[in-house]
Every structure is written in C-alpha cells, then in structure tokens.
C-alpha cells in the first residue's frame, strides 16, 4: 500500500467568518512540495470526515520563491509553500502536515491573506526611486562594486510577509510599519538617486511606527526567506534616525 499522508488546514470563507479544520489523506510522491499538496486537494477536495468538500482557497504565483505570494505557517512555521518540501517536513512530524494562514493580515478566505499592510508600509518610507519622466537621460550615477554587493541582498525582499508575521511588536497596539519597510527605506536612502528622498523617509522612520516602535527581537531576520540581513538594516536606520533628529534639532 502507498503511504499516506494527513493534510490539516485552517480554513475560513471569508474574512468575518468563523474557521475550521479540515482533514485530507493524500498520497506520498517523492519530491513534493506544499503546493503539490493543495493541487492534489484541489483535485480531490474529499476530506477523511466530512467527505465532499472544496479546494482550498491560497495565493501563488510563480512556484520558485520569487513571488513572495504563497506564504502561510506550515507546522507552526511562516514559509513559503513552494520551497517547503514535504520530505523535510515529514522529519520533524510523521505522516502529518498542518496548513494556516498567516495571523497578522486579514484573512481573505483559507490561507489567502491581505497583505495591504505590507505596501501601504512601503509607501509610508517611499520605497522608489524618483523619476520626473520616462524620457532617456542618460547613465544613472555609477556604483562601486563593494555599494553593489552591500546593497543587493535588500533588492531581493519580495515583500512576502514572512517576517511581518514573525516581528512581535506588529500587533493591535503597535503602529510598527514593519522590518521589510525600515530595510527597503535604508536600501533607497543608499542609492545614488534615491538619497534625495532620504529626508521624506526619515521623517517616516523617525515618526509614529518608525524604528522607535522597532523591539529588535530579531525574529525577523530568523525567518526571512531571501536570508536578507534584516537586523543590519535596522541598526543602521537606527544611526540614521540619531543622526536626523539631531540635525533637525539644531537646525544643521
């Protein structure tokens, strides 16, 4: 006989409604990933004891961890349910997989969440590069290579929502704007063009939800798919923040 594996997922229909557990036996294939799991369930939406249910509702895009869209906590875990594969995760529980969304985004229906928080975040530090139009104007600013390979590692957030839903201090009664805009807000403040946003950002990051709000437990960087050096970044808005302040306070 095949090996089975239990699938347990949260699941709610829509965002005001109460949730559940449902439970789906699936068959063992070498190689899966979490989304290979929810196909097969869409396939067969059959639970081992309602019976007849629907395929569960989830986000995805492009299956190999550049999108950022298909995060949920996998065994207590915030991950990305195309990277994490089933083999890996069987180590740590036999035969069982629990699914659910993240908990610090709306919940839009199953383990599909609203991550609005997360770009109105980086609208708040203005996390772009400014332009006056799309006209040719010619080579941009050079970068050294040592600027390059500092600053890459932070053009590689893809604004997932893992380290939102790790970060302690993003709750009911913190404004926190998040890690993800604290770092891509120092990303752009380093760019050639865009430090001449820098004082609009500070005044973002030194305001209400800004780096002060920051407790630096540090989970963020722990959970970060991309291995973004998170904490660095925010240590260094830290000195930045210092450094604004002080000037703004004596006029310099």
Not at 5 to 11: G, P, Q
Request: proline share 6%; hydrophobic share 35%.
């Amino acid at each position: 006989m095949s090996k089975k594996i239990n699938v347990t997922v949260k699941r709610q229909d829509e965002q005001n409604s109460g949730s559940r557990w449902e439970k789906f036996s699936l068959d063992y294939e070498s190689g899966m990933n979490v989304t290979t799991l929810l196909q097969r369930i869409a396939a067969n939406p059959v639970t081992v004891d309602a019976g007849e249910s629907t395929p569960v509702a989830y986000d995805a895009c492009c299956l190999e961890e550049v999108c950022g869209a298909c995060s949920m906590i996998i065994n207590g875990r915030v991950r990305q349910a195309c990277s994490a594969l089933v083999d890996n995760l069987l180590q740590d529980r036999p035969d069982q997989i629990t699914l659910e969304p993240m908990t610090k985004f709306p919940v839009v229906r199953d383990l599909l969440v609203d991550r609005s928080f997360m770009f109105n975040g980086l609208k708040k530090v203005r996390a772009w590069v400014p332009v006056d139009g799309y006209f040719d104007r010619g080579p941009g600013p050079k970068m050294s290579p040592h600027q390059q390979e500092d600053q890459y590692p932070l053009t590689e957030c893809m604004t997932c929502g893992c380290c939102v839903e790790a970060c302690p201090q993003i709750n009911d009664r913190s404004s926190f704007i998040g890690p993800h805009a604290i770092s891509q807000a120092i990303l752009f403040n380093e760019h050639p063009v865009g430090q001449f946003e820098e004082g609009e950002r500070m005044k973002a990051i030194t305001g209400v939800g800004g780096i002060g709000d920051c407790g630096n437990a540090q989970n963020c960087v722990k959970v970060c798919p991309k291995n973004i050096p998170l904490t660095r970044s925010i240590a260094k808005a830290g000195k930045m923040a210092t450094k604004f302040v002080f000037r703004n306070f004596f006029g310099t």
